[in-house]
């Protein structure tokens, strides 16, 4: 049996790094694109934090781990959670709510 996602929870991963060069503090960001199959025009093209949704079968943790790991290649990172939002309601931006729905 696939697991499904669980639509209104997800998991954002903030990945930092240090440029000792430029003394200055980084953050990964994935680029999000898609388009329909039959046009050339793009729906979604923009930058985002490495983060997807929640399968029904894994806790918050292996979330993480699993979208670092397809995201990024990286795995065995150190993580810490910092905040949890729970508004069922919360993707107001259209660009996210019509990747949520493809």
Known sequence: ?????????????VVFGYDNKTKLLN???????????DTD???VNDYVLTGFHAYED???DETAKRILKELTGLDNL???QFK???????????????????
């Open 27 to 37: 953050v990964l960001l994935i680029e999000r694109f898609l388009q329909l199959k």
């Open 78 to 80: 150190y993580k810490k």
């Open 58 to 60: 894994e806790t918050i």
């Open 41 to 43: 025009e793009p729906l």
């Open 84 to 102: 949890v939002f729970g508004d069922p309601n919360r993707l107001m931006n259209q660009k996210d709510i019509i990747w949520v729905q493809n």
């Open 1 to 13: 049996m696939i697991a499904q996602i669980i639509p209104n929870i997800s998991v954002d991963c």
